[in-house]
């Protein structure tokens, strides 16, 4: 498995090298693919940074556009030109037409059709999730191109950016409704806590949550804390090595490539659920189920008032 460029969409880079950059992968993948594939029958492609972004009212209009506006200059911008229909999304080409002074690169139709297809499986980095609102609340956390503005849940467990288990398969569901079927790899996903932290509870909870999330192929970040203080399985106290408690655990999840419970039987395969019209109906088709319990309660609940009016009726004679 290689992989050409590491989270090139980066906020830092601009739209012109970000272009160059989805050339430069396209011709790095079909030398690998004419040259080397029959050899070595490895799989190419590149890894996008992808943290999840939330509506912050998700039955809200104006806040459902900006966290999708958010994904296609974030994610979209690099990955629609390979996995999709080979140009930039048209939503990030349609808000940019409002500024004259950023615009876009139109691909030549032979790049184009070099971009487009050069993959052999979708590949994130993926951390944290963000909530974002249309409405602007404080300036600094304002993005004013993209007129949204970004905002963190209280409830939510900061180290120091929020833990958010539910991120990453919202994030993988955007890729398969976006891409289809393709196979998809989270190359790095890891919380930052104090290095001191030898017994790093944090980052046990944050691996058990975030694996129960991925579908296909996870990798944890980071192996040690020289690279990337606060992230590592391993520590490091002047010379000596230090294995991390949360080393034990990830470990163990490759090792039975899942969630062992200790002493406990295999398990075995659930039996098959008896037959409910009911539960059928509400799980296919949940508004007219909904629209069904509410009719049955309303019959039901004057039926009651017909029995009750007619007892009370009987009584007064």
């Known amino acids: 498995m290689w992989i050409t460029l590491n989270e090139p969409n980066d906020e830092m880079v601009s739209y012109q090298e970000g272009h160059q950059m989805l050339h430069a992968h396209a011709l790095a993948w ?3 693919n004419n040259e080397f ?10 890894a996008l940074h992808m ?16 966290a999708k506006r958010v994904l296609d200059f974030r994610v979209g911008w690099f990955a629609e030109p390979i996995f999709g229909s080979g140009d930039y999304p048209l939503g990030m080409r349609s808000w940019l037409r409002q500024f004259n002074s950023v615009s876009l690169p139109v691909f030549k139709e032979d790049v184009r059709q070099l971009v487009k297809g050069a993959y052999d499986f979708f590949a994130i980095s993926h951390f944290s999730t963000k909530l974002v609102a249309h409405a602007k609340e404080d300036s600094y956390t304002y993005n ?8 963190i849940d209280t409830t939510w467990i900061l180290s120091p950016r929020p833990v958010v288990p539910w991120g990453l398969r919202k994030a993988l569901n955007w890729v398969k409704e976006h891409y289809g079927h393709v196979p998809v790899y ?4 890891g919380v930052q806590e104090d290095p001191a ?13 975030y694996i129960n999330e991925a ?26 090595v230090i294995i991390k408690a949360s080393l034990s655990n990830y470990r163990n999840v490759i090792q039975h490539n899942g969630f062992p419970v200790q002493g406990a039987d295999p398990q075995q395969c659930p039996r098959m659920p008896q037959s409910c019209v009911s539960c059928q109906v509400l799980s296919k088709k949940p508004v007219l189920g909904f629209l069904t319990l509410v009719g ?9 008032i017909i029995y009750y009016t007619a007892k009370r009726h009987k009584e007064s004679y």
């Open 30 to 32: 079909h030398v690998y």
């Open 37 to 46: 594939r029959h050899l070595q029958g490895g799989q190419v492609s590149l």
């Open 51 to 66: 943290d999840w972004v939330e509506p912050a009212f998700l039955f809200s209009r104006e806040d459902v556009e900006p």
């Open 144 to 151: 004013d191109i993209l007129e949204v503005h970004h905002m």
């Open 186 to 189: 989270v190359m790095a996903n």
């Open 197 to 209: 932290h030898f017994k790093d509870n944090l980052r046990v909870y944050y691996l058990y949550n």
């Open 215 to 240: 579908l296909k192929g996870y990798f944890a970040y980071a192996l040690s804390d020289q690279r990337d203080p606060g992230f590592g399985l391993y520590g490091n106290i002047q010379e000596e």
């Open 296 to 304: 049955s309660g309303m019959l039901i609940t004057l039926g009651l």
